[in-house]
């Protein structure tokens, strides 16, 4: 059994609480190099390269003292002679021999694989980068689009007022259609920052706070009310009893929920029903938002929730052309999650969509 | 008091005294690493606990980019808790980075402080001849490497706190009981932060005696760098430790309790209960 543990194909070191090494394998010596006597009595963490050295003190060690095992570590290694180093994946267990704590630490040499999580690491990179400019050109470009569309609106309506002095009703009417357009580009502007903000994790400060679900449904509705009406939809809130109170920011919920809204509005047909309601699953509150649009295929239910996705000739509006960037989802899944919660969807084709809100009740958030 | 701040930060305070102790994390764990250290210290005085924001179980919804690339984050953090708990005539202990962060946060609220015991304190890791701090830039993108490498394998361990797995729901409970849990982008602009940082001419400005622990053997905050810090630093006095490594609070606590007791009991500063008060 020693001979196996001497010879196995993979590194076996002992070391004390101080971290000085007790005994050492003949399969890690040989690894690295070195002599029995270059290991036996030295500290562990001088095997180990510089950026190792400094993850043993700051991460390894804290830990080892906390918890008795740390698994799937990644430490690398000096060879005694020459530059190279020796990449490891190592467990390491806290063990008592004869009374006094002794850490255990297995070491199976990467060769391929480091190459391979090499890559992975610089991949990993390499998209945050671009995620980071993509959300800061985003960013900027809406920053400075808004600004002058800001500016046209603001002289429409000056004009609308007859500040510049009277209009005939053709103007007017041209200058009303001016108004709306840029009001349009405008909440399309906002989409695209809010966008950007979340995803380069600028909203930083959720102001999270127990709320009444109705009292939060009810501002929805009374925001959306009109449009609902002027598209002859049918509205059905039910009241939620007993009452279901949820741990959110409430702007941030309610810029969800209009969202939501919205997009009912804008895929149910004329003479179609928006219902919301809401419920309680153990400790989670959920808030449903249904409608009887056209439902949302099964392989594009997930795709949904991604950035400028758009499910094609399903808007009843402009005859099924779309309107807008395709990004309230992609944001409200985010807010939702950004707030412990989901937004998740499911969907019959032909029958309607179901979108619902999932956040943690009061309760489960004091457990947290 | 901004209650927001006590769950922001996870603050924990315990403890018979009156005088606080404010104990502050480094990098690379949690306030869990204090707790060798704080039974020595609960009878005599206000023991404070907090993670900085990114680390532990703060809540990392506020974490901000921008505030925590420089230490003056972090040192905002702690003045936050200080504020919040409306603390007076602190005694400060911070381990490595927090070091610095409580010499910066004493450079702004000098009177907030009482003294500052500094636990392996460096004012700067990476070498700039004369100056010696320990590292070459290229050892600090090494570690990079390696933390992204043990966070892709390590999950289990060092995920993020609130990480969004709906699928496995059993991973955040999971989580939220392990140790030294952090999120791993945040984890990486807390290293470049720390390991890039340069403080030296900050040491000048301090204003609070201090205590250096100084460990034998410590590769991340060398003897020549904490003689430094002791010529810099006006009202210091250093003590060097047989304990090895960089976490004497973690591997000889026996030793750092009582280098630390020395000290506040040479300093008039015995601990005052509120009974001594009255």
């Not at chain 1, 690491?121 to 689009?145: F, Q, T």
């Not at chain 1, 049918?234 to 009452?243: K, N």
């Not at chain 2, 769950?7 to 690379?28: C, D, E, I, T, Y």
């Not at chain 2, 409306?86 to 911070?94: K, S």
Request: charged share 25%; net charge negative.
């Amino acid at each position: 059994m020693l001979g196996l543990l001497d010879r196995a194909p993979c590194g076996f070191v002992t070391f004390a609480g101080d971290g000085t090494v007790q005994d050492a394998n003949a399969t890690l010596l040989e690894m690295l190099g070195a002599r029995r006597e270059d290991v036996i009595g030295r500290p562990f963490e001088a095997l180990l390269t510089i950026s190792s050295r400094i993850f043993f003190q700051t991460h390894l060690l804290p830990l080892l003292k906390l918890q008795a095992s740390v698994e799937e570590l990644f430490l690398t290694m000096r060879r005694v002679e020459g530059a190279d180093d020796v990449a490891m994946l190592a467990n390491v267990s806290r063990r008592e021999q004869d009374g006094v704590v002794v850490y255990d630490c297995v070491l199976m040499r990467l060769k391929e694989r480091r190459k391979w999580e090499d890559d992975i690491v610089r991949a990993k990179r390499a998209a945050e980068e671009a995620n980071r400019s993509n959300s800061a050109l985003l960013s900027m470009m809406s920053h400075d689009l808004r600004t002058p569309i800001g500016s046209i609106a603001g002289y429409c309506d000056l004009l609308t007022m007859g500040v510049r002095g009277p209009m005939n009703d053709a103007q007017l009417g041209d200058v009303k259609r001016m108004k709306k357009a840029s009001d349009y580009v405008l909440s399309l502007m906002d989409d695209v920052l809010s966008f950007a903000r979340v995803r380069a994790g600028e909203v930083a400060s959720f102001d999270m706070r127990t709320l009444d679900t109705d009292a939060v449904l009810a501002r929805t509705e009374a925001l959306m009310g009109p449009r609902m009406e002027q598209g002859g939809i049918q509205y059905q809130r039910e009241e939620c009893t007993p009452q279901v109170q949820v741990v959110a920011d409430p702007d941030r919920l309610q810029q969800i929920l209009l969202n939501l809204v919205t997009n009912a509005v804008k895929f149910t047909p004329r003479g179609g029903r928006i219902r919301i309601s809401c419920r309680t699953t153990g400790a989670r509150a959920l808030v449903d938002v249904a409608d009887t649009g056209p439902g949302i295929p099964t392989d594009q239910l997930e795709r949904i929730f991604e950035p400028f996705v758009q499910v094609p000739g399903t808007s009843r509006a402009d005859g099924g052309r779309q309107k807008g960037f395709g990004l309230g989802l992609a944001i409200s899944r985010d807010l939702a999650r950004r707030m412990n919660g989901d937004l998740t969807v499911a969907s019959i084709p032909g029958s309607g969509s179901t979108f619902t809100v999932t956040l943690n009740s009061p309760a489960a958030e004091d457990a947290t | 008091m901004d209650k927001s701040v006590l769950s922001r930060n996870n603050v924990k305070v315990f403890g018979n005294g009156s005088q606080p102790m404010l104990f502050a994390h480094g990098f690379g764990c949690d306030q869990n690493m204090w707790r060798f250290i704080t039974p020595a210290f609960a009878d005599d005085y206000r023991i404070v606990l907090f993670d900085y924001v990114g680390s532990g179980k703060s809540d990392l919804r506020a974490y901000s980019e921008q505030r925590y690339s420089s230490l003056d984050g972090y040192a905002q953090d702690l003045l936050d808790v200080c504020y919040a708990l409306e603390l007076e005539d602190v005694i400060f202990v911070g381990h490595s980075v927090s070091s610095m962060v409580g010499v910066l946060a004493s450079i702004r609220e000098p009177a907030l402080f009482a003294r500052l015991i500094l636990v392996g304190p460096s004012p700067r890791y990476i070498n700039d001849p004369p100056y010696v701090g320990g590292f070459e830039r290229r050892d600090i993108e090494e570690l990079l490497d390696t933390m992204e490498k043990n966070y892709i394998g390590w999950a289990n361990f060092l995920a993020p706190a609130i990480m969004q797995n709906p699928e496995r729901p059993e991973l955040a409970t999971e989580l939220t009981d392990g140790f030294c849990s952090t999120d791993p982008v945040m984890a990486r602009r807390f290293a470049e932060t720390t390991f890039f940082a340069d403080n030296r001419a900050d040491l000048s400005k301090v204003r609070v005696p201090s205590l250096i622990l100084q460990c034998s053997d410590d590769i991340i905050a060398p003897t020549i760098v904490g003689e430094f810090v002791h010529r810099e630093l006006a009202e210091s006095t250093l003590h060097r430790m047989k304990a090895t490594g960089h976490c004497p609070h973690m591997s000889h606590p026996a030793e750092t309790i009582d280098a630390i007791k020395a000290y506040l009991s040479i300093a008039g500063i015995a601990g005052k209960t509120e009974l001594a008060h009255q």
